[in-house]
């Protein structure tokens, strides 16, 4: 309330300076046309008549008291009256200048004008609330935009990355139904082929359905108190044969136990996704670290890789649902691994970041321990 008060204090003090100034200026106004028509206002009048219509003194006298003397009461009212209407007039003319600035900022603002809003000084508080209504408006069309553009990038990636499996299983299973004489050998192949492809069409559907409830929908986290340490060790292990395969090795630095109170399915998403992200932009024969640490108050996990340095411009769109960091989209994955995982990190009060420096990019989760 007090903030509220002293926002208009100019604009009262003005007000009322303003009011005292319009009563000061009648209040003359009013005692000189009083004292004028009293005193010196007779002679003047005299005077005029005996030079304007050539009369003598008495002539001149008596036509001032049959036009003016007998009715003057009627006219210092009357002037009074007028003195009043005019400086009312005057006064509220100056007041609603400030509705008039209002009700101009108020059109900028409904019109979306480019220009800024300005008010007088004592209308500051006022010009503040309606910029900064005006920047709210126009961030919140520049996210409808950006909302938009997403949802367009939506639709593209989702016939991009559901068209080319869709289309090669196709094209698999025509080849077996219309090859009547092909071998056994290469229709296991074909029919495996097929499959591949399918299973990849399976889990891009669910990579989009997950990221659609992570924007759609409430969720509700399921905390319980896991053993961090074990949960890395699992992640490792199951990703041993895809890390064999790349010719890659995986080192775990953790204390023994470390435990977090966290939504475990949710969390272990965030790993997973990170460490196949790492596993996916690594150069083959390096080696990837995991690192945890538990703090006084939040625990810090890194996730680190060799391979090209990610450019800043690319970092800062890192977590950007369907951004790759490879144009031409040659790379499995779906775009939305990590812009999950912010998500849940998010959830959980969290933060998240990346890093690229000399062919080493890290990933550092930070949570709270609660």
């Known amino acids: 309330m007090k903030n509220k008060s002293g926002a208009f204090r100019q604009l009262r003090t003005k007000i009322f300076l303003r009011t005292v100034a319009m009563g000061a200026a009648a209040a003359a106004f009013v005692y000189l046309a009083y004292s004028l028509l009293r005193g010196n206002f007779a002679n003047f009048m005299t005077a005029f008549f005996q030079k304007m219509l050539r009369m003598d003194y008495n002539a001149?006298?008596?036509?001032?008291?049959?036009?003016?003397?007998?009715?003057?009461?009627?006219?210092?009212?009357?002037?009074?009256?007028?003195?009043?209407?005019?400086?009312?007039?005057?006064y509220l003319h100056r007041v609603t200048r400030?509705?008039?600035?209002?009700?101009?900022?108020?059109?900028?603002?409904?019109?979306?004008?480019?220009?800024?809003?300005?008010?007088?000084?004592?209308l500051g508080s006022i010009e503040r609330k309606l910029m900064l209504a005006k920047h709210t408006i126009d961030r919140q069309k520049s996210d409808m935009l950006?909302?938009?553009?997403?949802?367009?990038?939506?639709i593209m990636?989702?016939?991009?990355?559901?068209?080319?499996?869709?289309?090669?299983?196709?094209?698999?299973?025509?080849?077996?139904?219309?090859?009547?004489?092909?071998?056994?050998?290469?229709?296991?192949k074909y029919i495996s082929i097929s499959l591949a492809k399918a299973e990849r069409l399976e889990e891009l559907i669910n990579e989009f359905l997950e990221i659609a409830k992570y924007n759609l929908s409430d969720i509700t986290l399921q905390y319980s108190e896991i053993n961090l340490t074990r949960m890395l060790e699992q992640l490792v292990y199951e990703f041993s044969p895809i890390l064999n395969q790349k010719g890659l090795s995986c080192r775990l630095e953790?204390?023994?136990?470390?435990?977090?109170?966290?939504?475990?399915?949710?969390?272990?998403?965030?790993?997973?996704?990170?460490?196949?992200?790492?596993?996916?932009?690594?150069?083959?024969?390096?080696?990837?670290?995991?690192?945890?640490?538990?703090?006084?108050?939040?625990?810090?996990?890194?996730?680190?890789?060799?391979?090209?340095?990610?450019?800043?411009?690319?970092?800062e769109r890192i977590f950007e649902q369907f951004y790759r960091l490879d144009a031409g989209r040659s790379t499995e994955g779906t775009g939305l691994g990590l812009a999950i995982a912010k998500q849940i990190v998010v959830l959980h009060k969290g933060t998240i970041t990346a890093a690229s420096e000399g062919n080493v990019t890290v990933f550092t989760v930070t949570l709270p321990l609660l």
């Open 254 to 315: 953790a204390e023994e136990d470390i435990t977090l109170k966290c939504d475990a399915d949710k969390m272990q998403r965030v790993f997973d996704n990170l460490l196949r992200n790492a596993v996916l932009y690594s150069h083959g024969g390096t080696e990837i670290v995991i690192s945890a640490e538990r703090g006084k108050d939040t625990l810090t996990l890194k996730i680190s890789n060799h391979g090209s340095t990610i450019p800043q411009e690319k970092l």
């Open 60 to 90: 001149a006298f008596g036509l001032y008291e049959r036009l003016f003397r007998r009715h003057m009461d009627g006219i210092i009212l009357l002037s009074i009256l007028s003195a009043f209407f005019l400086f009312l007039y005057i």
């Open 98 to 122: 400030y509705f008039e600035e209002i009700d101009k900022g108020l059109d900028a603002l409904l019109q979306e004008a480019p220009r800024e809003i300005s008010l007088s000084p004592e």
């Open 157 to 188: 990636y989702l016939a991009h990355d559901l068209k080319t499996p869709l289309a090669s299983s196709v094209s698999y299973l025509n080849l077996l139904r219309d090859e009547k004489q092909i071998s056994q050998e290469l229709r296991e």
């Open 146 to 154: 950006i909302a938009e553009q997403r949802k367009n990038d939506l």
